[in-house]
């Protein structure tokens, strides 16, 4: 099956990390072309490193986030011919760490007879949608004259909520008032959060990624501890060394008071909200016990 990948990506310093090229290198074994598309001005001594990668590669600052990426990706795949044979068509970003298992496995467990469209997981906040993070699309969907509008109509927000709510949640449901039918990997909810599960239920559930966000201006001992967690329960050749790396990068310039705020965020209600039974409390994940 002939596929062209856009991936969109950002990073203020304009670095491409090794957890990038790792996505991108098993990405080329279910997409016959990759275009990345970056909304960033990506260092002159980064770019070789996508040489042999990708097909194509898109640099520069617009401003419209992901979508404007999956915009100028399509565009370019579409006016150089690229998908003239292609049989679908994959947007995807870097917010999430992974694969941590191989993609053919979600390609195969997709029944393309009862779908047009489907993504890695269905969400249920603020409306009905699969998260933009890897969608795919049939060659019926991405020839439409409704896709085609809905791309090209993509304009400037004025924050990323903003693109969230005009562009990846209105996006399923005005390809499926079209005509389109979708399917998804993983439910919500209940089935399987990806921002609140343990890498314990990444391994179970075989989920093939990561969120980004979660760990981003955390302390570093944070950040250890969790790779540390995922090298020991999710059972993957992914190299986890690269994603402390990362962190080790974009976490270094955040102010301390920052730091603390994000930490607390995350931690504090493990012992407000989350039940404490006699001399058991549970935190980290994991039931502490004391006599």
Not at 16 to 35: E, M, P, R
Request: proline fraction near 3%.
């Amino acid at each position: 099956m002939n596929r062209v990948m856009i991936f969109a990506y950002w990073d203020k310093d304009g670095v491409i990390d090794d957890y990038v090229l790792y996505y991108l290198n098993k990405a080329k074994a279910i997409a016959d072309h990759i275009i990345f598309s970056a909304d960033c001005e990506i260092q002159s001594t980064e770019l070789p490193k996508l040489d042999k990668i990708v097909t194509h590669t898109i640099n520069g600052r617009h401003g419209e986030y992901d979508f404007g990426s999956y915009k100028r990706g399509f565009l370019y795949a579409k006016e150089n011919g690229l998908l003239d044979n292609a049989d679908e068509l994959i947007f995807c970003n870097d917010s999430c760490f992974g694969p941590f298992y191989d993609f053919e496995n979600y390609f195969d467990k997709i029944d393309r007879t009862k779908c047009d469209f489907w993504g890695m997981n269905f969400n249920k906040q603020f409306d009905n949608h699969l998260g933009s993070y890897f969608i795919v699309f049939g060659n019926k969907v991405f020839t439409s004259g409704a896709f085609n509008d809905f791309v090209n109509n993509i304009k400037h927000q004025a924050d990323k909520h903003n693109v969230v709510l005009e562009y990846e949640i209105k996006m399923t449901e005005y390809l499926h008032k079209n005509g389109f039918a979708y399917s998804y990997c993983y439910g919500y909810p209940g089935s399987f959060r990806i921002y609140n599960t343990i890498f314990k239920e990444i391994e179970k559930r075989q989920y093939p990624f990561f969120k980004k966000s979660m760990l981003v201006n955390q302390f570093d001992f944070i950040v250890n501890w969790a790779v540390n967690r995922m090298k020991k329960q999710i059972h993957s050749e992914y190299p986890f060394e690269c994603i402390k790396k990362y962190y080790k990068r974009i976490n270094e310039k955040t102010p301390f008071k920052t730091r603390l705020i994000n930490f607390l965020k995350m931690w504090v209600p493990y012992f407000i909200i989350l039940p404490r039974v006699r001399n058991r409390m549970y935190l980290f994940n994991r039931w502490y016990e004391w006599k």
